[in-house]
């Protein structure tokens, strides 16, 4: 069992989501940044569609009361336990006892923390991930408290001295640290109905996250953009990396807590592989948007999946060995 | 049938969206799910929503199943122009009907008074107008489980709240604009109360989370306070 005796800035349980139930009004969720996970639980010898924790810029204070073998990644969070510094992308192994303290992280904005054997909470719906702004999944789909107890799935007793592995992951591939890259944007719908100055500046101005930013969408501060004329809709499906234009004009990039449905003009759409580098980027940050078409953006998930799964592979290869 | 009857926007690269128009209206709601009826029978590989809206349908798919997103479009286009036998599990739309009951005014329905001053009517013919409708789930959306419904009688349109409340009982019976529908779960809200269902509109511990799903007809009968009490299946 974890017990938290302090959560962070906001500390939630996620784990892929729950796909497929959007003709219902429930979103997917799950972790934002969705290579970070797989690879914290493939680090531990996880199934893919285990349960971690997602942190956000401030990580929490937590008590294991058993043996567990950790892995961190996602951006670098200062990590501590027993007055020892603790590396990310690598199997940790703590004592029952130990006392993990989780700080801040200099760049980035999501951690994942995953513990051999998984998050052991009850599944809703199909999955763990805990819907923060539905308010679905387990604990009533809140952020985790002080004095939440999470039970952990059975482990195999690990031998010897509670040690890190001797080697660890290059976390360059999977966490953009300088957040310099722009994000890739496809058409959207409503693109064309932008006015002129706006076409131009959707590609080229610089925009940043702006604070009110959160797992259900970024909003974009920097240039405002308008369209030709107001346009009415009624409400219509969308999906996580939908770029909506509200009349403020101040774009919303929809993230995975979003809405099933939105009835604001849709300007584009991130490509599902630039995703995790959304949620990568903090209040503050520097976006920029470079164009792409479907069938590029196509072939870059795939590379990406395929890079993914070598990755899981070579991992699991190495804990074997070890 | 529906036939290619509708234009098709790529959102990305992993979904589709099917624009049968830009309105809210039965019969093209109709068209919606009638074409979300013939995709899932269709069982394309990879799709992983169909998700109807008032005049649209979204489909989510796993683009790896589906790299050339023409090609799923092309799919899609010959799901829906195929002609279909009829099966004997088949429901045709809009003839499944779910009934609520709802306890019209007094303290579940707050607002029904203003809405009667608003649409000069009397409180009681209010709440004969709304239980005379013969209502479609036109979507779902906003949260789990909340249902937008077609079909409420164009005499009982109002304007919303211009101060939402921040916790709208769960099971409350609201009209906002010219729709109305039922909040699922405690929610804030801008659509004017007129009454409340004691029944749980969505659970996410039961198989069937939500009880109103796309395309599922809809009747409401009144009911007093001490049958409110009596089927109240909402926490205490």
Known sequence: MIEVLAPGLLTSLQDRGRPGLAHLGIGRAGAADLPALRLAQALVGNPPDACALEITLTGPTLRLHRDAEIALTGAPVAAEADGRALPGWTPLRLRAGSVLRLGGMRHGCRSYLAVRGGIDVAAVLGSRSQDLNAGLGPLGGRALRAGDRLPLGAMDAFAGAADHAAWSLDPRPWFDGAAARPLRLLAGTHGGLLDAASREALFAAPFRIAAASNRVGCRLDGTRLALLAPLELVSEGVVAGTVQLPPNGQPIVLFCEHPVSGGYPRIGQLAAVDLPRLAQRRPGDALRFAPVDAGEAARLLEAREQRLARMETAIARRRAAS | ?236
């Open chain 2, 1 to 236: 049938m529906t036939g290619a009857d509708c234009a098709i926007e790529l959102l990305g690269e992993s979904a589709l969206l099917l624009r049968f128009g830009n309105a809210i209206d039965r019969a093209l709601n109709d068209r919606v799910h009638a074409a979300a009826v013939a995709l899932r029978a269709a069982a394309l590989p990879g799709v992983e929503d169909i998700a109807p809206a008032y005049a649209s349908l979204l489909l989510r798919f796993d683009p790896r199943s589906w790299p050339d997103i023409e090609a799923f479009a092309r799919a899609v286009r010959a799901a829906l122009a195929q002609p279909r036998a009829v099966r004997s599990d088949d429901q045709p739309v809009g003839t499944a009907v779910a009934e609520l009951p709802v306890c019209y005014g007094g303290e579940h329905g707050p607002d029904l008074a203003e809405v009667a001053a608003l649409t000069r009517l009397t409180q009681d013919q209010v709440i004969a107008r709304h239980v005379a409708g013969d209502y479609r789930v036109a979507m779902l959306g906003f949260a789990p489980g909340f249902a937008y419904l077609l079909g409420l009688d164009a005499a009982l349109a109002v304007p919303r709240l211009t101060s939402p409340r921040l916790r709208v009982p769960a099971g409350s019976v609201a009209i906002g604009g010219a729709q109305t529908g039922v909040y699922p779960s405690v929610l804030p809200g801008g659509w004017r109360l007129i009454g409340r269902t004691p029944l749980r509109l969505f659970d996410a511990a039961r198989p069937a989370p939500a009880r109103l799903t796309p395309g599922l007809r809809v009747r409401f009968r009144a009911i007093d306070t001490a049958t409110f009490t009596a089927l109240s299946e909402h926490d205490a």
